[in-house]
Structures are given as C-alpha cells and as structure tokens.
C-alpha cells in the first residue's frame, strides 16, 4: 500500500485528489492518508478556481487527516509519497527536504521558479536515490503520447514542422505576480515547450515575442520560435487572456515527410500522404490520472521514474529562461544553455 501525503489543497490539490480516490476505488493499492495546508479551514469548505473543471466544487473531507503545518502532518502520519501541489517558488525547497527526509517526492510543474532551483531538486533525487516525479502531465496526455510514438519510431520519416498552442482566460490570485509565477511563459506556456524538448531534444537557441496586458504578471501572450540543427520550423504559442466564455483550450499540428498529424478540440487526425485520414485509439484518461498511476505503480514495484524526472524538467526550464530573456529583448535569438542533468 502506497500512502501519500498531498500538501496544497488549491485547484491542482484537488485535481490530484480526485484521482487518487478514483484509483484506490478501482482497487490500486494506494490510500491518500492527509492533506496539509496552510488555509485548510478556509479551503475545505470552498471552491478553488482553475482552467479545467474538477470534480467537485467543495469537497468532504471529513474521513481524512488534516493538517495546516507540514512538519505536524510528517509527526502524525506514515507516509510513502509527499505530493506538492503549492505555488511554484515554494517547490524546490520543499522538495528537496522532503528527498532528504527519505519520501519519494511528486510536485506539480513548473519544477521550479529558476533553473539553479531545478538544478539543485534533480542533484537531491540523484543524491538520495528517491524517485521525483516531476508533474509534466502532458507526457502522460494520451494525444501528446501517440505523437511522440510517431516521432520515436519515424513511422512518417522525420519532422519538418510543429506548431503547439494553449490558451485561457486569465488565472487568479498569485498566478498573476509575473515575480511569483513566471506569467503565461513558465506556468502554461512551459507545457508546450516541454513538449517540444521531449519530443526534439533541446534546441539551439529560441526567439520569442512576448506582450504584458495584465500590469505586474509578466509576458500574458506569448510565442516562440525553436531553432533546430535539421531546419525544423518549430512554433509554441500561448495566452491567458482570452474574454469571455471561450474556456480553456490546447493542440498541435506536426507535419512529417509523408504525414500531417493534428490535435484539436480533443481529437487526433491523422492524414498520411496517399492514404485515407484516421483516428488512432488512443487511452481514454487524461494526463493528470495517467501520471499518478505512472508514478504510484512505479513506487509500489519499487520501479524508476524515466518519463517525467527531474533532470529532463530542468531542462526544460533552461529552454524556458532562454525565452524569457530573448521575450524581454524584443525577440532577440537567444542561445539555449543546458541544465545540469537533463
């Protein structure tokens, strides 16, 4: 039995609760045991505001241990997991106590708010030989998955180009400190060039333009170009400015040598070159739950994390710091320089 112990009981907490119950009802050996946070009192009678739906509003906690100081909970609990689900410059620090205190570890994305940061989380798992598991959910995501299959096995020769978009409405709270949260580039744009680093490697240097509508939150609007050895055109694009009730929306369109492959509103076309169009089968869960599971299992069997690690994260946020630099001087092409361990 695998226990966990879920520190942060915002959008994302409650996003990982959900699954972790959903699991255990379907018989994986796993028992979300307490919940730690700060406004515990205030938050588990209320809603937390996030892009996608979860599945309650409020939520009963009244069979589970709560806690609104970390250190009591680690006192009063038995626990395997610690998964952290707090603002972004909180993560490193507590993430690598946690390593340090003999936990595997899942924190939520971005890694960190620096990359020294991520640096410093990856040398700590490395150093104590306990699994983190960085919440990059869309290298779970089952539409994300099948295009990285088909980039993997060349199935349609190489890529020639990508485009990758996201976008909302406007987050609340602390999101919208560009100090505290890195703004669109590194809370929701940093999912797509993640992806782009899974999928191609990391690239040689970026050029991005970047626009601040919401004063103090940093670049709202964002779009980049990834410069590739091989001449790929690859594109990233991202906004949490939508109006209105437009929602929240992500896709890509890749284009190999002998095929189109595209993600929008939720569904993967397929066009090869001479042949009929199709959609592949894909898994029907979303991300966030195949990640869980992806890391419980790898605990449960005492197994290594390879999808997700912390190493791979930090270099992810490398690309990241790149954009921002050349994002806060006109679009300049900026040189991408490597994480430490990924």
Same mark, same amino acid.
């Given at each position: ?7 942060? @009981? ?11 119950? /959903?699991?255990?009802? &379907? ?80 924190? &939520? ?44 096995? =060349? ?10 978009? /996201? ?37 040689? =240097? ?46 890509? =369109? ?10 929008? =509103? ?26 869980? /599971?992806? @890391?419980?299992?790898?605990? &449960? ?19 990241? &710091? ?14 991408? /320089? ?5």
């Amino acid at each position: 039995m695998v226990k966990v112990g879920l520190i942060g @009981f915002g959008f994302m907490g409650r996003m990982h609760f959900d699954n972790y119950n /959903r699991l255990a009802s &379907e018989g994986f050996p796993v028992e979300l045991k307490a919940i730690c946070d700060i406004r515990i009192e205030e938050l588990k009678n209320g809603k937390a505001d996030g892009n996608i739906a979860t599945a309650q509003d409020v939520y009963d906690l009244s069979t589970y241990q709560l806690y609104d100081d970390i250190e009591t909970m680690l006192a009063n609990e038995e626990l395997d997991v610690i998964d952290i689900t707090l603002p972004t410059p909180l993560h490193a620090d507590l993430t690598c106590r946690m390593l340090e205190r003999g936990y595997h570890v899942l924190c &939520e994305k971005p890694i960190a708010r620096t990359l020294a940061e991520g640096d410093r989380m990856a040398e700590t798992a490395e150093r104590t030989g306990k699994q983190l598991l960085i919440g990059q959910c869309l290298r779970f995501w089952p539409a994300y998955e099948y295009l990285k299959s088909c980039v993997e096995d =060349r199935r349609y020769g190489a890529v020639k180009a990508g485009f990758f978009y /996201r976008g909302s409405g406007a987050p609340q709270g602390w999101f919208l400190s560009g100090e505290l949260s890195g703004g669109c580039l590194l809370d929701m744009h940093i999912h797509d060039t993640d992806m782009i680093h899974w999928l191609l490697g990391k690239p040689d =240097r970026v050029s991005t333009i970047g626009r601040n509508v919401i004063p103090g939150s940093g670049h709202d609007i964002v779009s980049t170009q990834y410069a590739y050895p091989g001449g790929a055109v690859i594109n990233a694009q991202a906004d949490w400015t939508y109006a209105g009730e437009h929602g929240f929306i992500m896709g890509y =369109r890749v284009n190999f040598d002998t095929c189109t492959i595209v993600f929008e =509103r939720g569904n993967v076309n397929v066009y090869p070159a001479g042949e009929p169009s199709f959609s592949p089968e894909l898994a029907a869960d979303d991300g966030y739950y195949r990640q869980i /599971r992806y @890391f419980l299992d790898v605990i &449960e069997k005492g197994g290594t994390n390879t999808v997700s690690t912390a190493a791979s994260a930090a270099g992810s946020l490398a690309i990241i &710091e790149a954009e921002q630099q050349s994002a806060d001087n006109g679009s300049a092409w900026v040189e991408v /320089r490597a994480a430490v361990r990924g």
